[in-house]
């Protein structure tokens, strides 16, 4: 199986700023390195990420970008019989199968979830043998294996097997619900070299039409205050993934925004190396930020962090609209 001959890519071996950035685009980062393609060519998306109230927009590359940049395409896999037996006709054609399973049965989450709980996450199965019951998977930032009770777990094999034995089906009272699946599957081949850079160029264009009317951060620090009293008054339990879908979604975002202005200016684009460090700037504030607000909730204080948001609203201003200047 793959495992053993994949690296991760650069992105992912690199020291980063937010390790843990966005995991559907972690999991496209290694799913197109795995398959010999530049994933650093889909990162337009990012110049669009908003304030949604309570969250920054979760990165996930568009279907339609895939596409055109890769000959990729996305589709729904409807599941009956059993999730086995689909996705083990899929991986046999050479397609991908996304899963969203669980982090309880994924040997690579053994620092946080495996064995310990419950928590959903979307892996990218790509090889499958039922008479071993193992499987090899792409998730987060590399390219696993994983076999026995774990195949059970993440296949449903065992209470497939129950429903069998007692003539249910997928939709029978008291079975358990199949999950969301997709699979990848390749209806041309990759653009690459120029043609891949300028297809790219078109698509950052295009999402920078799209990109948020006013600048997200100062929406972001003109609802902070009221974000804090609840902190303050949920605690930890609240604050975390508090954390998590704000400050990790927004630094997770701009770090692959500087690396994507990086790899453009390389293919030759005119594109100010400001923006890049503007988009870096953000990234380390970010996090700057959640440290300095982590230090006051432990001491029940409400900093409101205004010089971190002083540094993020200027850098937006040099990177999203200063593009859009240029690009469009």
């Known amino acids: 199986m793959r495992a053993k001959r994949h690296r991760a890519h650069g992105l992912h071996r690199a020291e980063r700023i937010w390790r843990d950035g966005a995991d559907p685009v972690d999991l496209w980062i290694e799913l197109l390195h795995g398959n010999q393609l530049e ?21 996930r590359p568009p279907r339609e970008d895939i596409e055109k940049l890769y000959g990729l395409q996305v589709h729904e896999l409807a599941v009956f019989g059993s999730l086995e037996e689909r996705a083990l006709v899929q991986t046999r054609r050479g397609n991908t199968v996304l899963v969203e399973g669980d982090a309880f049965f994924l040997p690579d989450m053994r620092a946080t979830h495996y064995r310990r709980e419950h928590v959903k996450t979307t892996i990218a199965i790509d090889v499958i043998d039922p008479n071993a019951r193992r499987l090899g998977y792409f998730h987060h930032s590399g390219y696993h294996l994983l076999h026995g009770d774990d195949y059970d777990g993440v296949l449903g094999t065992s209470t497939a097997h129950d429903a ?46 799209r990109r948020p009317m006013h600048n997200p951060i100062s929406r972001w620090r003109s609802a902070f205050p009221a974000h804090v009293e609840t902190m303050l008054e949920r605690g930890e339990a609240y604050a975390r993934p508090y954390a998590s879908h704000v400050m990790r979604q927004l630094g997770g975002n701009f770090e692959l925004l500087a690396h994507y202005l990086e790899w453009m200016r390389e293919q030759g ?60």
């Open 164 to 209: 069998a034995s007692t003539g249910a089906t997928g939709t029978t009272q008291g079975q358990a619900l199949f999950p969301h699946v997709e699979f990848v599957k390749r209806a041309r081949e990759s653009l690459g070299g120029t043609p891949l850079a300028e297809a790219s160029a078109d698509l950052l264009c295009a999402h920078l039409l």
């Open 269 to 328: 684009f005119d594109i100010p190396v400001t923006t890049h460090v503007g988009a870096r700037a953000i990234a380390s504030e970010a996090m700057a930020l959640q440290c300095r607000l982590a230090r006051a909730l432990a001491n029940g204080q409400a900093d409101l962090c205004d010089a971190s948001f002083d540094i993020m609203e200027a850098a937006y201003e040099r990177v999203v609209p200063t593009l859009a200047a240029i690009v469009c």
């Open 39 to 59: 994933p650093l060519a889909m990162l337009a998306y990012t110049v669009a990420q908003d304030f949604e109230d309570d969250q920054f927009t979760l990165g």
